[in-house]
């Protein structure tokens, strides 16, 4: 009690000296328990399926005044069990998700720097992988142009591994070295459009020579497209790569997608689409070069299936996907709804001489409950049936069933706001 009215009395202090800034902070709690048999890739014989408990914990705070927005985001992420129950010190510790500023340098213009979210469109190319507990954020600076008419972001970023006294080759794994990107949106009544073009750099570490070591850069430009009438929503994404990819091979790769979904009562919204992402035959580049799209920093555990065999660490340089599906989405009742959808995937090139490009299906479950406004809970099961393709890809013969389940709770409570 003590405590809470220190706290009080500190963020009173705090907003009675601008007493126009407006503070917010919330919290949120995270545990999910998963069952995987045959969660991205097909189930070995003679191993046992994995059960854990994942869990998030974040606080965040907002803190706005006249021209500057600033947000910091904490998080611990954990598997049940990770350390000891006597362990001085957590496993990861608590990071930075986000830890950004916004300054705004007139109504139309302003600056977005730090740690931070870069979320686009539908998330194809740009997301924050919000199912993963860790997600995703960018350390970069966004330029940033809003009117009546046209949403324009500038985005820059330049990662290095540590503070050098000579050169700039960047040694963290699984990050690029810079990308710059322009991002542009122009919203209507019915229809809207975003043209994105990002030049991507990876880093190329030679072990033999490092004088050799150099950034190799790989550039996406596509569109994303929305219309909306009446009951009726069509999304659309094209997409085009090319430069080099790491290992200095000539890109050329696309992605298509068009889908549509219709309202046919209040309560149930029913959508079938289909997405091609180009790759390469037998499932490598030859001849110096690659075909093989990939989606980058996107959200790709929301599309192609649920259970993760494409694009989630996975698939890269490969056969490239057909994916055909159909989903509903029925609301229940004002407190719970289900989501279904039905994959057929098929490889986008060539598997191999003795192999159909055929990959299998897949089914996905989910359904979610509203407790309270701060408190949720969603399930989920799904199902793939694999086919000989898919086998060939993944190098799996054994013919053992493939599903995953899990069970999740959100809880967000608001821990603090002066906001009207």
Not at 333 to 354: C, M, Q, R, T
């Amino acid at each position: 009690m003590k405590l809470k009215k220190l706290l009080n009395v500190l963020l009173f202090i705090l907003l009675s000296t601008q007493a126009k800034a407006q503070l917010s902070i919330n919290a949120e709690l995270r545990p999910r328990f998963e069952y995987r048999h045959g969660f991205k890739t097909l189930f070995p014989d003679n191993e046992d399926p994995a059960a854990f408990v994942s869990q998030r914990t974040r606080l965040n705070s907002v803190y706005d005044i006249e021209k500057l927005s600033f947000h910091l985001s904490l998080q611990d992420i954990r598997i049940w069990g990770d350390v000891p129950q006597l362990n001085s010190t957590d496993k990861n510790g608590v990071g930075i998700h986000q830890a950004w500023g916004k300054i705004r340098l007139d109504p139309n213009f302003s600056l977005k720097v730090g740690r931070q979210e870069i979320i686009y469109d539908d998330q194809r190319i740009f997301g924050n992988v919000d199912w993963a507990q860790q997600a995703r954020s960018h350390d970069a600076l966004l330029v940033n142009y809003d009117d009546s008419k046209y949403t324009i972001n500038l985005g820059f970023a330049f990662n290095q591994n540590e503070e050098n006294l000579t050169g700039t080759t960047l040694a963290t794994p699984g990050t690029y070295k810079s990308i710059q990107y322009i991002w542009i949106h122009k919203q209507g009544n019915k229809f809207s459009a975003s043209l994105l073009f990002l030049n991507n750099g990876l880093q190329f570490i030679d072990d033999i020579n490092s004088n050799n070591n150099e950034t190799r850069y790989s550039q996406t430009l596509g569109t994303h497209l929305n219309y909306m009438a009446n009951n009726l929503k069509m999304t659309s994404n094209i997409y085009y790569q090319f430069g080099n990819d790491m290992a200095n091979n000539n890109l050329t790769a696309y992605l298509l997608s068009l889908e549509g979904s219709y309202k046919i009562t209040p309560k149930t919204n029913l959508g079938l689409g289909a997405e091609l992402i180009s790759g390469n035959d037998n499932g490598s580049p030859s001849n110096h070069k690659n075909k093989a799209f990939s989606p980058l920093y996107g959200t790709n555990h929301k599309f192609n299936g649920l259970m993760d065999y494409f694009y989630v660490g996975n698939h890269a340089n490969n056969v490239g996907l057909l994916d055909i599906y159909t989903h509903a989405k029925i609301v229940l009742n004002e407190k719970s709804n289900l989501n279904l959808a039905v994959h057929k995937f098929a490889a986008a090139a060539k598997i191999g001489p003795n192999s159909n490009k055929l990959l299998g299906a897949e089914l996905d479950m989910v359904y979610g409950y509203e407790i309270q406004k701060e408190i949720g809970i969603s399930a989920g099961y799904s199902h793939l049936f694999a086919s000989q393709g898919m086998e060939n890809v993944k190098g799996n013969t054994d013919g053992n069933t493939n599903n995953w389940g899990w069970i999740m709770l959100t809880i967000n409570p608001v821990l603090f706001s002066n906001k009207d």
